[in-house]
């Protein structure tokens, strides 16, 4: 089983998220988060001052799927979040020991 952790534009949340359930993913988390990349955040003007926003803001999407999903899902990300700019964000995947549903006790894949 893998974890993947998607950071991704606010604006490509909806496309990501129909790309994910398209593929046949069943659940995911979603959590807003600030960072920044290469693009070291960028300056914005207010009432004349410029000001510089270290932070911008993005989106983390955490799906857990299963060892033959993971191209899928991670392709799927790909293609929806992507608009060829810098700042659209980063894939991290990573190796799950175990899962378990609180409700039934379930461990595994069946927990997914």
Known sequence: MKKIEA????HKLDDVKEALVAVGLQGMTITEVRGFGRQRGHTETYRGAEYRIDFVPKVKIEVVVDDGMLAKAVSSIVDAAKTGQVGDGKIFVSELADVVRVRTG???KAAI
Request: glycine share 14%.
């Open 106 to 108: 379930e461990s595994g």
């Open 7 to 10: 950071v991704v534009r606010h």
